[in-house]
């Protein structure tokens, strides 16, 4: 009898053994929340080339902007529970927006992390046709012209979005959001002077900055960035009390096989241990993730936790 029970344990666990050392067997989707271009979508398709040649697969990256990145995420979230659809996701998706819009899935339930791939400063970029060339020379010519200065975002709710109303507090200024399905459409209204400024993720401007076409003013962290050294943070600019970093990490429809999950987080750690892969993310400004999925899964949680205190506090909604 205990021996039947044995052979019938291994008959059933035999599929999902099979499943795991066959994956992938087809195109897997990575889902991008934001347009071709932005720092979502240039790591994302890092991630796909990397994990394509050492899974010996296709990975292909499906650009779905819009809705503060929960499109995607939706999307990723309603898929089979197969492992082949996956999500690069940023605290815009999994942490902001659920406290501010009503969505059809569970952020913490109904995608199951797969691991940090990088955190990244928010910088506080202007655009050519702004003249002040330091954080106290703007906040000058934003007081003295209330709501004139327009600042771009990725979306409502994101990051650069947060990070812009908490400026006009900490800074004691007024400044209008206007929010796109992505950086990179931003990023065309900035250099033509239809906003002035954006709190933009430093994975998502840098190419702008060393190409000369956006001034960086200063970073919304607590220290600089060793991509930016010349950058001061908000606070040594003079305005104190509000900071603001972007995390990218990658995740997979919840309730996909343990054994196809495990396989996933081995592999994102093989590749972010890639030195190219540390000079790419280095080179955005970017601390590439060094923690356990088990460490990430946690903080995943917190940071859901911290942004919902946070949004209810400041009284953040949805316009």
């Known amino acids: 009898m205990k021996l039947r029970k044995i052979l019938c344990a291994g008959v059933l666990l035999a599929p999902l053994v099979v499943l795991a050392q066959s994956y992938p067997s087809k195109p897997v989707r990575i889902m991008v929340g934001a347009n071709a271009g932005g720092g979502t979508d240039i790591i994302a398709r890092m991630l796909a080339e990397k994990m394509g040649e050492g899974l010996k697969g296709s990975f292909v990256v499906e650009n779905k902007p819009g809705a503060s990145n929960t499109i995607a995420a939706d999307l990723t979230a309603k898929a089979p529970a197969d492992g082949y659809t996956l999500l690069v996701a940023t605290n815009t998706g999994q942490a902001i927006a659920p406290h501010l819009m009503k969505l059809g899935f569970d952020p913490i339930k109904d995608l199951a992390p797969v691991g940090l791939v990088v955190t990244v400063p928010n910088v506080l970029v202007v655009g050519p046709t702004v003249t002040a060339t330091n954080v106290k020379e703007l906040v000058a010519q934003m007081k003295a012209r209330p709501n004139d200065f327009k600042y771009g975002s990725s979306g409502m709710g994101s990051t650069q979005h947060i990070a812009g109303e908490g400026f006009n507090l900490a800074a004691g200024v007024q400044s209008v959001h206007i929010p796109y399905k992505g950086s990179s459409q931003a990023h065309l209204d900035l250099i033509a002077g239809n906003i002035q400024l954006m709190f933009d993720t430093t994975s998502s401007a840098m190419g702008q900055i060393k190409a000369g076409k956006f001034r960086p003013l200063a970073l919304t962290t607590a220290t600089r960035s060793a991509e930016l050294p010349q950058v001061p943070t908000l606070a040594e600019a003079g305005v104190p009390g509000f900071e603001m970093s972007t995390w990218y990490a990658l995740f997979v429809t919840g309730g996909t096989p343990a054994d196809i999950q495990a396989r996933l987080q081995a592999e994102l750690a093989r590749v972010l241990k890639l030195p190219d892969v540390q000079a790419k993310l280095k080179g955005l400004g970017g601390e590439p993730g060094a923690i356990s999925a088990d460490q990430f899964a946690q903080m995943n949680r917190q940071e ?16």
Do not use: C, P, Y
């Open 304 to 319: 859901f936790d911290r942004f919902g205190t946070l949004i209810k506090q400041a009284g953040i909604k949805l316009e």
